[in-house]
C-alpha cells in the first residue's frame, strides 16, 4: 500500500515569504554610562497578517496595542531568542512584539502578536 504523505500548514512554501531580522536591544558600556544598541538576534521567514475588524475590537477592548499577527515555523530554540527580542523589520516597517505563542502546542508554528509602529 502506498503511503500518502499528508501536508501541513507550515510545509507551503510561499506562505512565509518574508525573510527578516529580529532585533534585540543590547546594552553596552560607554565610559560610565550604557548605550542600549540595537542587534539581531536572529533571521526568519514570516508572514504577515493584519488583524480583523473583530479581532481589533477584542484586542481594544481588552486594552492591548496590537496590529498584526506574524506566524513563522516553529524553532526549538524561539523561547531563548525571544526573551531579548523587541521588534522585527519587514520592508522598513517596524513590528514591537508584544506577545508568542506555540500554536496548538503541536511544534509547528508561532504566531506572534505585534503593533506596527511608524
Known amino acids: ?17 518574508h525573510y527578516a531580522p529580529v532585533k534585540a536591544i543590547t546594552k553596552t558600556k560607554v565610559g560610565l554610562s550604557y548605550t542600549e544598541v540595537p542587534t539581531t538576534a536572529l533571521n526568519a521567514y514570516f508572514s ?16 492591548q496595542k496590537i496590529s498584526h499577527v506574524l506566524r513563522t515555523p516553529y524553532r526549538s530554540t524561539w523561547q531563548a531568542d525571544f526573551d531579548n527580542a523587541r521588534y522585527i523589520v519587514i520592508q ?5 512584539i508584544r506577545s508568542a505563542f506555540n500554536v496548538d502546542e503541536m ?11 511608524v
Open 1 to 17: 500500500m502506498k503511503s500518502v504523505r499528508r501536508r501541513d500548514k507550515t510545509s507551503n512554501p510561499g506562505r512565509y515569504r
Open 48 to 63: 504577515v497578517n493584519s488583524l480583523s475588524g473583530r479581532e481589533k475590537l477584542i484586542a481594544e477592548q481588552l486594552r
Open 92 to 96: 522598513l516597517r517596524n513590528f514591537y
Open 107 to 117: 511544534n509547528r508554528e508561532i504566531e506572534i502578536y505585534c503593533e506596527e509602529k
